[in-house]
């Protein structure tokens, strides 16, 4: 079964950094990019960046530029998304997407909350 | 970054009815849009892609279509699994509209 698994929830304080996994299973992560998205709580989707199939480029939305590094290690099928210098409006749901034709297949998305 | 302007922000209907949402862009995507519905607490489900072609498995009774910077969603025969947010996706920016809450009348 073709799925995106994402690491569990985090609870961070103001100032900190959080990463985030995303981990393909039963397709080869090397041939699809991968989009990170977020959704505070009641709002809607906000695109925050996307990564190659290889790992060596990466377009980060401007809002996010210099806070967030995406990557991927291809030995093992995991994508990462790190967001630095947290603040209270960075809580959200994150979610990793691949693309093919769309962005077809979704993880189910990893609470992150900023709280001091 | 090209805008998305989605409307209406909330349309209400029943079981039965056919309903349309609009997606407009600031400036042409040519036919790279997606829309996806999401339901509280869900991630994304994946639609329509290239402007009006349907996901695998996804029901006849929802349509796209649309070139440049206009776009419509249209979900025919609405059933009660059909109420949820729904949401464009431009593929040059990867800019998101607003959403449009389909809500039961």
């Known amino acids: 079964q073709v799925q995106l698994v994402q690491s569990g929830a985090e609870v961070k304080k103001p100032g900190a950094s959080v990463r985030v996994s995303c981990t393909a299973s039963?397709?080869?992560?090397?041939?699809?990019?991968i989009q990170w998205v977020r959704q505070a709580p009641g709002q809607g989707l906000e695109w925050m960046g996307i990564i190659d199939p290889r790992g060596t480029s990466t377009t980060y939305a401007q809002r996010f530029q210099g806070r967030v590094t995406m990557t991927r290690d291809t030995s093992t099928g995991t994508v990462y998304m790190e967001l630095r210098s947290l603040r209270s409006d960075d809580t959200a749901v994150y979610y990793c997407a691949r693309r093919t034709n769309g962005f077809d297949i979704w993880g189910q998305g990893t609470m992150v909350t900023v709280s001091s | 970054d090209i805008q998305m302007t989605q409307s209406p922000s909330t349309l209400s209907a029943s079981v039965g009815d056919s309903v349309t949402i609009t997606c407009r862009a600031s400036?042409?995507?040519?036919?790279?849009l997606a829309w996806y519905q999401q339901k509280p607490g869900r991630a994304p489900k994946p639609l329509i892609y290239?402007?009006?072609t349907l996901e695998s498995g996804v029901p006849s009774r929802f349509s796209g279509s649309g070139s440049g910077t206009e776009f419509t969603l249209t979900i025919t025969s609405l059933q009660s699994d059909d109420f949820a947010t729904y949401y464009c996706?431009?593929?040059?920016?990867?800019?998101f509209g607003q959403g449009t809450k389909l809500e039961n009348k």
């Open positions: 039963g397709y080869t992560v090397t041939n699809y990019y």
């Open positions: 400036q042409s995507v040519d036919v790279w």
């Open positions: 290239r402007a009006s």
């Open positions: 996706q431009e593929f040059e920016t990867y800019t």
